[in-house]
């Protein structure tokens, strides 16, 4: 293949057209490992953008994925249903919190939010009541969609587009020393009574800089939000499916979200699929013969059934017994590393919440423009390790399969690193 292609022609996401990284060939994967066409073998820490919870390749997905795709390939979703959407259903309710109730197939993360946002609009809209206001986290990131951007930080990344996102009330991320001051702004907030609702990535803020913040500070942001019956939507795009070490973010508090977005892990980042999940109450306002009130949203590929049959394998695999003990495995080896590392001078700080550790590295600039992001990112990959940090956040997000070999691998280079900065 002619990789003049690739440079010429493929425009690669988040990436600059002049001036980046090559990108290298993968031919393969297997587990934790990637394999380039020259038969190198690069370590995915990062699970290939938070998708790849069981590894590349996983026989047992693979084998779903093939089955399904002899029966049946697509269908459209409207006035017609199947089987594997019906299983994928009954599972992420099994799992998900008891108020959850009707789930909405679309076709990833941003868009799982864009239906979120417009289901709570129009949840709102279909009683006659008028509210369009909507509170988020400052450091929040939803996705690329207008919505999604909209709803998260005004930065470097969204600003040729500033005057046409809708505006947003944003609060401070909650911590121990500005508590008091976040919960009374959110406080005043909603005490306008137009606030449609409030949405934020429980616990861990994920492009942010893996930010996080405690279930205690977000209960009570909720208790306040759910007084007002502001709608709560939790983006666990990211953090769902078992990477906080609990099958949902949310499963850490004690209020339930409203609306849940889902996407990333949910196929075992075998294909794209979204899926915002409404509880009952968002669904009665939905439930009425007037056809006005209807949602009117729907994608060529909602609950494609590949991706549900992948889904519903991917669920078998991480409901096992086996990934489960995996969870605890790598959130016990990082706490281990956390506390061997925390002392050097390097360290800004640093934080885990299950399988996510976060090494934030004292820098001039703490954000995703941080020049070390260029030092961080070849260091690792010149010792096959696929680590890409957030600007000065360098950050482990490993697929569950990783062997205590491999998390050592890792963990050995970051010394490295932190070396170079003595
Ligand atoms: N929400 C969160 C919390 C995310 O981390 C992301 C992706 N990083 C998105 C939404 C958007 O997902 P996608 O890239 O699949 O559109």
Not at 189 to 201: P, Q, R
Not at 273 to 294: H, P, Q, W
Not at 344 to 361: M, S
Not at 391 to 401: A, E, F, S, T, W
Request: net charge negative.
């Amino acid at each position: 293949m002619n990789n003049l292609t690739d440079i010429n022609h493929i425009w690669h996401p988040f990436t600059p057209l002049l001036g980046g990284f090559d990108h290298i060939k993968i031919k393969e994967g297997k587990g934790a490992w990637l394999v380039t066409e020259d038969d190198r073998k690069i370590l995915d820490a990062v699970s290939s953008w938070w998708v790849n919870i069981h590894g590349h390749a996983n026989e047992k997905i693979a084998r779903a994925i093939y089955k399904q795709a002899q029966k049946l390939e697509q269908v459209i979703f409207a006035g017609f249903t199947h089987d594997p959407a019906i299983k994928l259903t009954e599972n992420l309710l099994s799992i998900l919190p008891k108020n959850q109730k009707r789930v909405f197939f679309s076709d990833d993360g941003s868009t799982s939010v864009e239906v979120a946002l417009k289901l709570a609009i129009q949840y709102w809209h279909n009683q006659g009541i008028e509210k369009k206001r909507i509170i988020a986290i400052e450091g929040a990131y939803h996705g690329d969609t207008f919505g999604a951007m909209s709803t998260a930080d005004r930065g470097a990344f969204n600003k040729p587009f500033w005057p046409l996102l809708f505006d947003v009330e944003f609060i401070e991320l909650p911590t121990h020393e500005n508590f008091e001051s976040v919960r009374s702004h959110f406080q005043a907030l909603v005490a306008e009574d137009d606030v449609a609702a409030f949405i934020f990535e429980p616990l861990v803020q994920g492009a942010g800089g893996m930010r996080m913040y405690s279930p205690e500070a977000l209960d009570n942001l909720l208790e306040i939000a759910i007084d007002h019956k502001v709608v709560c939507i939790a983006d666990e795009v990211m953090t769902g499916f078992g990477r906080t070490g609990k099958y949902f973010s949310s499963d850490h508090l004690h209020y339930k979200p409203d609306i849940f977005c889902l996407s990333k892990g949910i196929t075992g980042g075998f294909l794209p699929m979204g899926v915002t999940v409404a509880s009952e109450r968002i669904e009665a306002a939905f439930k009425t013969d007037d056809f006005t009130k209807t949602f009117f949203h729907g994608h060529s590929y909602t609950a494609n059934p590949i991706a549900c049959a992948a889904a519903n394998a991917s669920f078998e695999i991480l409901t096992s017994e086996e990934c489960q003990e995996n969870i605890k495995r790598i959130s016990t080896a990082h706490s281990a590393f956390a506390s061997k590392i925390e002392a050097h001078t390097a360290i800004d700080n640093i934080r885990q919440q299950g399988t996510i550790l976060a090494i934030e590295l004292k820098s001039d600039e703490s954000s995703y423009m941080s020049d070390l992001r260029k030092r961080i990112y070849p260091f690792f990959l010149e010792r096959n390790i696929l680590l890409r940090p957030l600007g000065n956040v360098i950050y482990i997000l490993p697929p569950y399969v990783i062997s205590a070999d491999e998390l050592d691998l890792i963990y050995q280079a970051i010394e490295e690193f932190l070396a170079t900065m003595d």
